[in-house]
């Protein structure tokens, strides 16, 4: 198993290496200007990065905290390391995150299509609460919202 920390986004650097996972994981990337906005708000929006030995960071996790709840707004790993467990143990960590934080609840929302995905969010536990019609673009397309109950169980 691949030595990991997961730990706050710190650096400019980091924001780089978000960025560059972006580009190679989503049809339509979240931008700089959206994430430099987004870090002006430390109360609310947390990014953690998941590092290795080989990556300073090889995949991150952005979510909101609002009260008791954490909504995930992207989760993704540099898709050369996939299928090795990296975006379980960094779901872990962030719901770890969120429990430390007094959130008892996560929401989130995803591709209809993207089954990896949905998988992974499943067997952490979540589960489907509703269908967001043609929430996506680039191709248009539905999104299922998914939630996560017991974040301080």
């Known amino acids: 198993m691949i030595d990991v920390v997961v730990e706050r986004l710190a650096s400019p650097a980091d924001l780089d290496g ?13 931008t700089r ?20 030995p080989g990556q300073p960071v090889a995949g991150f996790c952005a979510f909101w905290r609002v009260a008791e709840q954490i909504h995930i707004n992207n989760l993704a790993i540099r898709p050369e390391l996939r299928g090795q ?8 960590a962030v719901i770890a995150e969120a429990t430390r934080l007094g959130a008892s609840h996560a929401t989130l929302e995803v591709r209809r299509s993207n089954l990896a995905a949905i998988r992974l969010y499943e067997q952490a536990g979540f589960s489907q609460a509703g269908v967001r ?21």
């Open 33 to 52: 200007e959206w994430y430099d906005g987004e870090l002006k708000r430390p109360e609310v929006c947390f990014i953690y990065v998941l590092r290795t």
């Open 133 to 153: 019609p043609n929430y996506y673009t680039k191709p248009i397309e539905d999104a299922l919202v998914l939630v996560f109950s017991s974040c301080s169980a």
């Open 18 to 30: 978000v960025l560059d996972i972006e580009a190679a994981s989503f049809n339509n990337p979240t």
């Open 85 to 92: 467990r990296l975006g379980s143990r960094l779901l872990q």
